[in-house]
């Protein structure tokens, strides 16, 4: 942009006709013509005398370019005049410098405005007529008004809108908009003052190709054009090259210079029919454009012109002010939002949590249409998002990409053609790390631009042929801009990249705490378990040292009580007899629980002996160790289906089916009973909610005797716990179940019960395969 | 009836009640040996280790031994242990005589060299059995070493 226009034109195509194909190179800065409402007079530098004029200088002066060419200034203006301007020869620069001027040589053309200027080794001397209605264009008290309102505005929205206003109000013209372009220059209308009648421009975007590169080129340099009707006929410097240096002058600072006819179709194309702009800069950079337009030819005076370009270069001086204040203030949102993240992530148990579940979200940090958690393999949108699947297949590209912590792209498409399906929710995409390990992230997604865009010259034609000759629309452009930013979004700004990271390293930090708390739970954890594994152990020795001297003082009021019967019989009666007897009885029940409960607190301290266990050889022997009172209480027992050989200790696995099998013939009052026993299928463990229901088999030993009340269902595997009276259902401690559960348990499995009361019942265990 | 019978049974066993009982069972099965008690484990000792050296204690070895396994002190299980590595004891047949069943218990037993295991069962017509069983075997039915004294 800062090149020199040259560099961007071609010269050779001076004179030639300009068409859709050369116009990127048109050389506009020497048009050779000027627009007719002025005159144009070039003086060598040193001799001062003209070497060319615009042929219209007769047309407005009544003196032909002959008369004039190869002459001083006398020819046209007096001794005062001169005495004006010739004192200004030495400080001419570039900028133009504006005289009133008193044409003493023509008659009826009292006075013109002389706008002259230094350039390309001549000066020029550009004359416009003074219009009849021209006001006082300083008003310095509305001005001083219009400044304290861009001053006072908060936004550059508002900023613009103000001086948009103020240009309308100088000048008259029926629209004048702030045209700002985004960093593919492209063009998006932000501000607007217009007449009620016209269509709103307001919210449009226009191609980077709308204005050709040498056109940006120039406008840097000359900071205002000014076409009063665009349907003038140019015209031409007389001769069309400097004879000094044999080539058309420079006309980049020319007030007058011609524009491109491509440039006036384009405008006509607009029904535009008078048109100024300003260039707004910023640090070299053509920032945006105040465009000003008519309906009708509308002849702006130079002073106002002059106005309106102090008003651009004030806004362009404060204009850097006002985007830090917005950016700034949006700093501050992404901060203020960022600060209650921060907070809620600390206060919630899962950080998760505190980044979508609360007032604020991740969605409130940055402008943007959608976001994402992928953590864990968990997925959390917000938002407009693509697909979970989709979300997925993004975090998996991720992953293969050289990893970094923030990740950002403005057109993912472009990166990734599986982007292209996701366009409409994110093709922009600014994602950040949450591990060490690719895998989990948080996602930003912004929508594709064209989706939020409305299009200028939308209704228009894209170009018509008329007389051979072709015309150019901005719809013409429109074709081949939005090819361009397709599958583009809003650009990520480097303090939303840096806000991002302070994002993530504030939950990297969060879960270093959060990991090391932990740790410190787990280490605390293990402290624990080694303690209860100790004092199990204690239990254990517990158990077996109280069962061992319970024992002993048991055995001696056993023994006593016999010896009593049998020695002193004699003396008791009938009753004292009985109630020995019954002391012995007691103190054999007493030796029985103290029996179970040695025998289960050794099932807790014994390791298993694992091997490979035929279940159905297993199961027959048991069978044959209770084949007596399956006899005596008639009962049949059925295995269903063979049963598998797994890997488990033997004889406790057979102390389990004994158990079983033992309180199924037990509980019951029928004549014939029937026990069932046989493998069942994982699913009987997925649905108690096991995990890994396929790691273990899954047995059952099923009765049809007096079942168990759902009530009932856990008590029963609790030590000592008996539903029903002692000398019922063939006694016994009520330590079965708690044994078998216990062993069931060593084998990492898990034994429980279904059963209605009255409906049989049914045992299940499980064994683990993975013992 | 073989020569065994002359010789002493020591009963190792610090339960007053259980020796009771022991007693009324070897009466049952008339018993001819007489029967010694230590309380203790030391006491046990002192009488197998120094025998002949005390006038008051008697002069011969015992025929067997029964061993109370728990006892407060010196226990069963040390006894036994240091017997069965003394050449002059280790040949005594010694039957461990315990409430424990725990398999424990037995293996470190016949590991340390016990001859015998049996458990004290509470009902007292099973003990009657056991005694009667023991009397039988070591007394009646086995040849036991022959002790030069």
Not at chain 1, 514 to 522: C, G, W, Y
């Amino acid at each position: 942009m800062a090149q020199p226009a040259t560099s961007l034109t071609d010269e050779t195509l001076f004179g030639q006709p300009i068409t859709l194909t050369n116009c990127d190179r048109e050389p506009i800065h020497i048009p050779g013509t000027v627009q007719p409402y002025g005159f144009a007079l070039c003086l060598d530098e040193a001799s001062r005398q003209i070497v060319q004029a615009s042929d219209n200088v007769e047309a407005h002066v009544g003196i032909s370019v002959d008369q004039l060419l190869g002459k001083g200034l006398e020819r046209l203006l007096g001794p005062a005049q001169l005495a004006e301007v010739q004192p200004l020869w030495p400080t001419l620069s570039e900028m133009p410098r504006l005289l009133g001027i008193r044409l003493d040589y023509v008659l009826g053309k009292p006075l013109f405005k002389l706008i002259m200027h230094r350039h390309d080794e001549l000066v020029w001397l550009e004359f416009e007529p003074l219009s009849g209605q021209e006001a006082i264009p300083l008003d310095l008290v509305a001005l001083n008004a219009t400044m304290s309102q861009m001053l006072a505005a908060p936004t550059v929205l508002d900023f613009c809108q103000h001086a948009v206003e103020e240009v309308r109000a100088l000048t008259g013209f029926a629209r004048v908009g702030m045209y700002r372009f985004a960093p593919d220059e492209s063009g998006e209308m932000i501000a607007e003052a217009k007449r009620a009648d016209l269509d709103p421009l307001l919210g449009l975007h226009y191609p980077a190709s709308d204005i050709p590169q040498q056109a940006r080129a120039m406008y840097l340099k000359n900071w205002l054009r000014f076409i009063p009707d665009v349907d003038y006929v140019p015209a031409p410097l007389v001769p069309v090259r400097n004879p000094s240096t044999g080539r058309p002058p420079d006309m980049t600072y020319s007030v007058l210079r011609s524009v491109s006819p491509i440039h006036i179709q384009y405008l006509k194309n607009m029904g535009v029919a008078a048109t100024m702009t300003i260039s707004i800069v910023q640090e070299g950079r053509l920032w945006g454009m105040l465009m000003c337009h008519h309906d009708s030819p509308r002849l702006v005076s130079y002073e106002v012109r002059e106005m309106c370009l102090f008003i651009g270069k004030t806004f362009s001086a404060l204009l850097r002010t006002k985007e830090q204040l917005e950016q700034r203030a949006y700093e501050l949102h992404i901060q203020q939002a960022q600060a209650r993240l921060f907070e809620q992530v600390s206060q919630q148990a899962n950080f998760l949590d505190g980044l979508h579940r609360q007032p604020t979200t991740l969605l409130d940090v940055f402008e943007c249409g959608g976001a994402a958690i992928l953590f864990d393999d968990e997925l959390i949108t917000m938002g407009n998002t693509p697909t979970q699947a989709d979300i997925r297949a993004l975090a998996l590209w991720l992953n293969q990409q050289a990893p970094q912590d923030v990740f950002h792209t403005d057109s993912y498409a472009q990166l990734n053609p599986a982007g292209r399906s996701l366009r409409a929710t994110a093709s922009g995409i600014l994602a950040i790390t949450l591990a060490q390990e690719p895998g989990d992230y948080i996602f930003w997604f912004r929508p594709e631009r064209l989706q939020t865009v409305t299009w200028a010259g939308k209704s228009e034609k894209v170009q018509k042929m008329e007389d051979g000759q072709l015309f150019l629309s901005p719809r013409q452009s429109f074709a081949a801009w939005s090819q361009e930013v397709e599958n583009t979004a809003a650009p990520w700004q480097a303090l939303e990249l840096t806000a991002a990271n302070e994002l993530r390293l504030h939950i990297a930090d969060v879960r270093l705490r959060i990991f090391n708390e932990l740790q410190a739970r787990a280490a605390s954890l293990s402290r624990l378990n080694l303690e209860l594994t100790r004092s199990n152990d204690e239990l254990d020795s517990f158990a077996y040292v109280a069962s061992h001297d319970l024992k002993e003082p048991l055995r001696g009021i056993h023994n006593y009580s016999i010896f009593l019967l049998e020695d002193y019989a004699a003396l008791l009666d009938e009753e004292g007899v009985s109630r020995l007897q019954t002391l012995v009885r007691l103190s054999q029940r007493m030796e029985s629980l103290i029996d179970s409960l040695l025998q289960l607190s050794r099932v807790g301290r014994l390791d298993l002996e694992v091997q490979p266990t035929n279940l159905n050889q297993l199961v027959a022997e048991v069978r044959e160790l209770l084949q007596p009172r399956l006899e005596q209480t008639h009962t049949r027992v059925e295995v269903r289906h063979p049963l598998p050989t797994i890997m488990a200790d033997a004889t406790r696995l057979s102390e389990v089916f004994n158990n079983l099998i033992s309180n199924a013939l037990k509980y019951s009052q029928k004549s014939e009973r029937l026990v069932v026993i046989g493998e069942a299928t994982a699913s009987k463990l997925a649905a108690r909610g096991v995990p890994n229901p396929d790691d273990y088999h899954v047995f059952y030993v099923q009765d049809d005797g007096i079942g168990i009340d759902a009530r009932h269902h856990d008590m029963i595997f609790r030590i000592f716990k008996r539903l029903h009276a002692q000398d019922k259902f063939g006694g016994g401690t009520g330590a079965g179940l708690a044994i078998a559960r216990k062993m069931v348990e060593k084998h990492d499995g898990e034994l429980w019960v279904e059963s209605v009361l009255g409906q049989g019942a049914t045992f299940y265990f499980s064994i683990s395969k993975l013992i | 009836m073989s020569t065994n019978s002359l010789l002493p049974i020591l009963v190792v066993e610090d339960s007053a009640e259980d020796f009771l009982a022991l007693g009324r069972a070897f009466r049952k099965h008339a018993l001819q040996n007489p029967v010694l008690r230590c309380a203790d484990g030391d006491q046990a000792l002192e009488y197998l280790q120094g025998y002949g050296k005390h006038p008051a204690w008697p002069q011969k070895l015992p025929a067997i031994v029964l061993l109370d396994l728990n006892m407060p002190g010196t226990d069963g299980r040390m006894v036994l242990d240091i017997v069965k590595q003394d050449p002059h004891l280790h040949s005594i047949p010694v039957i461990m005589f315990s409430t424990s069943s725990s398999s424990r218990d037995v293996d470190d037993c016949y590991r340390l060299g016990a001859n015998s295991y049996l458990t004290k069962p509470i009902s007292y017509s099973e003990l009657e059995e056991k005694i009667r069983l023991t009397i039988a075997y070591w007394l009646e039915a086995s040849e036991l070493p022959a002790f030069h004294y």
